[in-house]
């Protein structure tokens, strides 16, 4: 008796809870940031800003480690526990809206009509993300390496072609100056393998599905274009160009600026560093291996939940802060190009004449969003481990079988993601 | 017995219900619901309507056959060879792809092949990734189950004498258990790093510079192995003490009894001590099974599954296509051929180290 009436306290207390009365609609917003300062400063200025603009809402901001966001947003959304906004990836904001998890943006169409098409996350003909910034790559090198190598300067007009490219891996090589040719930044596992390397594909004429109807992958990923993308993969790393998956993550962070590599296949946000340690770093358009020269297009982007019963506040918040003064902002502290060119008047690297401006030539000339459809999330993940086993040595053709199979084999499993 | 327990015993089942409840709500309950997703398609994420769809995800797993290739020959019948003189053979896709004459291998790829009366026997699979996980595991547990125990009962002996300041070498044994086995793998990826790792330069000058440094991650020869040392230290300590638990109740009069009687150490220890610890030996053997079955942390933060596989394990598969493939039903699937695979393993020990 004496324990049952212990167990019954026990469990009282433990559910029981103190509640807060709000004066406000309170909105919850989730970032994938956590752990970068400015970021995180950035961002809370406009929630500071929207806070102190109207009376009807408080936004209040909960960050996440980028490596764990996605899983704990699809946890939360199994649970029922999405915030009111998120941010999300690009290119993975097809499958939470075929998922159900974000609801159409409710913005005002004239907002976003200066916008880069990076930043704007269409999906069904339907608004349903907005960007602050895009992200470009570029092959950085130093004017100082081209010309002791005797190498032509590539512009937009005329990069280089896949020969011009190889033989200016093979004159870095001959030279001897470097550990290697070129930085792939192969330690990043993750989005970056997919958002970096298959515009090579692509440029070989390649795609990871086929694009026309997103319903196979086979002969896309596995056709002669995209053996020969694999064949000059596999000989990248065969024949000592550049440092496979084993690579030192601290070499790909400062191997390029202390001249470990002659080029570096990386993005703008590494830009700032490079420039503040040699005044001729160069940011180069991707090399054109017979198909067009392609980078990835589509960065974190704010939706709203679908099961936000604050839709208005969480949409009024996203216009807000699509100001250009907080695009600009958002811009001077991360390096990544603002979505809009009035904002990127105010920048200071964007603006004409601007250490980064070439960038912001690079994505309007070169970007390829990766495909849109929901299935991409499991796409990206079967094109990393081939690529990673094919930098490894496995057989190139066996390889890319096997991952068109297996993307096939998801299309058919979630009965054609709704294309 | 039976009513006793049932009947006459409710404060004893009172304090028994939150361990029972607790394993019954995320052991008991979530096999039987993995086993009924196994039979579904469910995804992680998806509007679709989830499917009953019987045991093809378990076809899929499991579905394996050898492929029997002749080599090429020319329009004479000559067996053709390369520079080194080996047969060609024809491609496996030409046979695994799109041939009508061959549906039985359709969308299968090679494992490994050998040579056998001048054919190759090609063992090909549907989902190969999944036999090279069990493989794997298994090739883990088969080392870390023998080596560990024997390991923790050696340090057990050890750390089981009469001497001055013996905690400290306990507490020192044991300190790898308490930490964190997440942060235990990022050490050792740096003591394992190629370039200048911890152990490539202890190596190297305690060779005078003749070792030259190998990536012993980044190759698929010594990956494993590497995973399998780090694992071995990390977890020796528990097993230790478990070791050193039962070695506590062996009576000290039966010592004294074999000293009188004038047998050896080894005598010693073949008579009376490991008799006296059977109980114990069937425990540290049962756990460490289970565990390195379980084998999922380190190969998440360390490797990843690569390089070429050759570190991929059942749980880590099932983490990487439920959670990051979406696919839960193959997952589950993957969970519970583990799940009778340790069953299986554990009713064999238990039947082998039965008391007789």
Do not use: C
């Not at chain 1, 032509?152 to 470097?178: H, N, V």
């Not at chain 1, 690579?247 to 700032?272: E, V």
């Not at chain 1, 949409?315 to 907080?326: C, G, K, P, T, V």
């Amino acid at each position: 008796m004496k324990l049952g009436t212990t167990l019954g306290a026990a469990l009282v207390a433990s559910v029981s809870w103190a509640s807060m009365a709000a004066a406000q609609t309170e909105l919850s917003l989730w970032y994938h940031g956590a752990g970068n300062e400015a970021e995180s400063t950035a961002l809370q200025l406009i929630i500071d800003d929207f806070n102190a603009s109207q009376s009807d809402y408080t936004v209040v901001v909960e960050s996440f480690p980028q490596e764990s966001y996605n899983d704990s947003v699809v946890a939360a959304a199994l649970a029922g526990n999405l915030p009111d906004i998120l941010d999300v990836d690009g290119p993975v904001m097809p499958n939470w809206a075929w998922a159900g998890y974000l609801q159409p943006l409710d913005i005002n169409e004239g907002v976003i009509e200066n916008f880069l098409d990076g930043p704007k996350g269409y999906w069904g003909g339907e608004l349903y993300s907005i960007g602050f910034w895009d992200a470009a790559i570029a092959m950085m090198s130093r004017q100082s390496t081209l010309d002791a190598l005797g190498l032509r300067t590539p512009t937009i007009d005329s990069p280089w072609t896949g020969d011009e490219f190889m033989a200016a891996l093979d004159a870095a090589k001959a030279s001897g100056d470097y550990d290697f040719a070129l930085d792939l930044g192969m330690p990043w596992t993750g989005e970056w393998y997919p958002y970096a390397f298959s515009p090579f594909l692509q440029s070989f004429g390649g795609d990871i599905v086929d694009r026309s109807s997103y319903a196979t992958a086979e002969g896309a990923l596995n056709g002669d274009a995209a053996m020969a993308f694999g064949n000059w993969w596999q000989s990248l790393f065969a024949d000592g160009y550049a440092p496979g998956t084993s690579q030192d993550p601290a070499d790909r962070d400062t191997g390029f600026i202390d001249g470990k590599y002659a080029f570096s296949w990386n993005g703008n946000w590494a830009a700032l560093g490079a420039l503040e340690a040699h005044d001729d770093v160069l940011f180069l358009p991707a090399p054109d291996f017979g198909n067009g020269s392609y980078i990835g297009a589509a960065s974190w982007q704010f939706g709203v939940a679908a099961t936000s019963e604050n839709a208005e506040g969480a949409s009024a918040f996203i216009e807000f802060a699509l100001q250009d003064n907080y695009l600009a902002n958002f811009s001077n502290v991360t390096g990544l190009i603002p979505a809009t060119s009035t904002a990127a008047a105010m920048t200071d690297n964007y603006a004409e004449g601007g250490a980064l401006e070439v960038f912001f030539g690079l994505s309007e000339a070169q970007a390829l969003v990766r495909p849109v459809t929901p299935g991409y999330v499991v796409f990206a993940k079967v094109f990393e481990k081939a690529l990673a086993d094919i930098a490894n040595g496995a057989d190139v053709a066996d390889t890319l079988d096997a991952a068109a199979d297996e993307i096939n084999a998801d299309i058919e499993a979630n009965s054609g993601y709704g294309h | 017995m039976a009513s006793k327990l049932t009947t006459s015993n409710r404060a004893g089942w009172a304090f028994a219900l939150p361990g029972f409840g607790l394993i019954l709500l995320f052991i008991v309950i979530p096999f039987f619901f993995a086993f009924y997703l196994s039979l579904t398609n469910q995804r992680l994420v998806s509007p679709n309507p989830t499917e009953y769809v019987g045991f093809s995800n378990y076809e899929k797993l499991l579905s394996i056959s050898v492929l029997t290739i002749e080599p090429e020959v020319d329009t004479a019948g000559v067996v053709l060879r390369d520079d080194a003189g080996e047969a060609q053979y024809p491609r496996v896709r030409s046979f695994t792809r799109n041939n009508p004459d061959f549906p039985q291998y359709d969308g299968m790829r090679e494992w490994f092949r050998w040579h056998w009366g001048g054919t190759a026997k090609v063992v090909v699979a549907t989902d190969v990734v999944f036999w090279k996980s069990l493989r794997n595991t298994l090739m883990f547990v088969l080392v870390v189950a023998p080596v560990q125990a024997a390991l923790a009962l050696g340090l057990a002996l050890l750390v089981n004498q009469k001497l001055r300041g013996i905690n400290i070498y306990r507490a020192i044994y044991f300190m790898p258990v308490v930490v964190s086995i997440v942060v235990v793998s990022l050490l050792f990826r740096f003591i394992y790093d190629g370039n200048d790792g911890l152990l490539n330069n202890i190596l190297s000058f305690l060779t005078f510079g003749l070792f030259e440094g190998r990536d012993w991650l980044g190759s698929p020869d010594t990956a494993l192995g590497a995973i399998k040392a780090m694992s071995i230290w990390q977890a020796v300590g528990f097993h230790m003490v478990i070791w050193l638990s039962g070695l506590q109740t062996i009576s000290p009069t039966l010592y004294e009894a074999s000293s009188i009687e004038g047998a050896s150490k080894w005598q010693t220890f073949r008579y009376v001590t490991w008799p006296g610890l059977r109980n114990t030996a069937v425990l540290v053997i049962i756990v460490i099974t289970m565990q390195a079955f379980a084998l999922f942390a380190q190969i998440d933060v360390m490797t990843n599954g690569g390089p070429l596989d050759s570190t991929t394990t059942l749980v880590f598969q099932a983490v990487e296509r439920g959670y990051g493939k979406q696919d839960i039903s193959g997952a589950a699937a993957i969970s519970v051929v583990l799940f009778l695979i340790v069953l299986s393993i554990s009713m064999l020990q238990r039947y082998i180290t039965r008391a007789r």
